[in-house]
């Protein structure tokens, strides 16, 4: 009997590992999605920036 208890433990204390590590590796992939939205949306004010910024003084052409 207690082999198989053992035997449950271990399973039990495996399946807690997995589910340790699957929830650490979720919030690791937020961050990372969270990170990669942060730099697109400053890719995004930036070529605004430039894109406004080329137009500044320029009227329109009145050929």
């Known amino acids: 009997m207690s082999n198989m208890r ?5 399973q039990e204390q495996e ?3 997995r589910r340790h590590r699957r929830a650490k590796e979720e ?3 937020e961050e990372d999605d969270e990170q990669v ?3 697109m949306d400053m890719l995004d ?5 430039h894109h406004h910024g080329s137009q500044v003084g320029q009227g329109q052409n009145m050929d």
């Open 27 to 29: 919030r690791e992939e």
């Open 6 to 10: 053992r035997c449950l433990e271990r």
């Open 15 to 17: 399946i807690k590992e």
């Open 37 to 39: 939205a942060m730099a």
């Open 45 to 49: 004010l930036s070529s605004q920036g």
